[in-house]
């Protein structure tokens, strides 16, 4: 039987959002008949307008959920218009509590939030986001650095929340999908439709978006010194007590401040210096894995381990192999698809 999935567009709703998950379920379903079909919703049927100015014609949101066995929210620069459409949020609403999966791409995750289905559970959006969504959604557990992130269904009857999939940047919604169609029909399918659209099979949702997540030292923000601070200590410790005192505040008012801020906590910001660090400084050749992990205060070789496969999805010597093999007089590795491009 076909997954019936729903894409939910509104107006500002971004284009390449769309076409490449589209793109992933087009192909499955020529590897395999039947396996996916969709159709177009809005809260006002008719066409709707991409960011791009291009009308899509759309229909209007199912009123049968059983009929639905997948709604996917498409991100764009509409997505805080789409928090104010009371229709929409009400028919979100309802879909939580009526049994399809639910998904967003990129910043459609800001309208899931909005219509409180990730309130207590892991999420991601897209980097440029991060900062606005924790603000906005403090329920939310934010994960910035994921390139998608699910949420399994959980509870019964009206404590029921739904299995939720979030993405990060545009290209990372097709690696939302490629997991989906990996999930619903094996690893097979899924690489068949990786290989026929030439990107790399499967990034892990643990991977980082590899784009800089937060603009963490803003020239105006009052953490600009404590950061830089840090990058040039890497080795030590940085407490959130000894952080505080240094940026003289208690460390209650100074975690929930710089978490305001910068759409993080001080301890991720810490290790994810760390880890930027560390990898430059693989792919560089510089010393052996063990002096970088004491030179950037992971303190060994195994939680620094644990740091690279939770921010970047690889371990370590998967940054000092490809540096070697460029190194060794081998053709460039192919070009990846990466979420860079926002």
């Not at 997505?79 to 939580?96: I, S, T």
């Not at 899931?112 to 959604?137: C, D, I, K, P, V």
């Not at 619903?184 to 991977?207: F, M, N, W």
């Not at 195994?302 to 690279?308: K, L």
């Amino acid at each position: 039987m076909a997954c019936r999935i729903a894409f939910v567009l509104f107006p500002g709703f971004q284009q390449l959002d769309l076409a490449g998950p589209m793109a992933v379920f087009e192909v499955a379903r020529l590897a395999r008949p039947g396996s996916y079909t969709w159709r177009l919703v809005c809260s006002t049927p008719g066409a709707v307008r991409s960011s791009a100015g291009v009308h899509w014609p759309v229909q209007a949101l199912p009123r049968r959920l059983k009929d639905v066995d997948l709604v996917m929210v498409i991100g764009g620069d509409g997505v805080d218009a789409a928090c104010r459409d009371a229709r929409l949020m009400a028919w979100l609403a309802r879909a939580g509590r009526s049994g399809p999966r639910i998904a967003s791409i990129c910043s459609g995750s800001i309208v899931l939030a909005g219509a409180g289905l990730l309130n207590g559970r892991a999420a991601t959006t897209h980097w440029s986001r991060s900062r606005q969504f924790a603000t906005e959604f403090p329920a939310v557990q934010l994960q910035p650095d994921r390139i998608f992130v699910r949420e399994p269904a959980a509870g019964h009857g009206v404590a029921r929340q739904p299995e939720v999939w979030t993405s990060a940047g545009m290209t990372a919604g097709i690696d939302l999908c490629l997991a989906l169609v990996e999930r619903d029909h094996g690893e097979d399918l899924s690489r068949e439709v990786a290989r026929q659209l030439v990107v790399e099979r499967r990034r892990p949702g643990g991977q980082s978006q590899f784009s800089p997540l937060l603009d963490l030292q803003r020239p105006d923000g009052r953490f600009g010194a404590l950061l830089e601070h840090i990058r040039q200590h890497l080795r030590e410790d940085h407490r959130v007590d000894d952080l505080a005192a240094r940026a003289c505040m208690s460390p209650r008012h100074f975690a929930r401040c710089f978490r305001e801020e910068t759409g993080t906590t001080p301890a991720h910001a810490v290790e994810r210096l760390r880890v930027e660090a560390a990898r430059a400084a693989l792919e560089s050749g510089l010393p052996s894995v063990q002096r970088i992990a004491q030179d950037f205060g992971f303190g060994n070789t195994e939680r620094m381990r644990r740091s690279f496969q939770r921010l970047l999805g690889r371990a370590p010597a998967a940054f000092r192999k490809v540096r070697n093999q460029a190194g060794a007089g081998s053709a460039p590795a192919p070009r990846r698809f990466t979420t860079s491009a926002a």
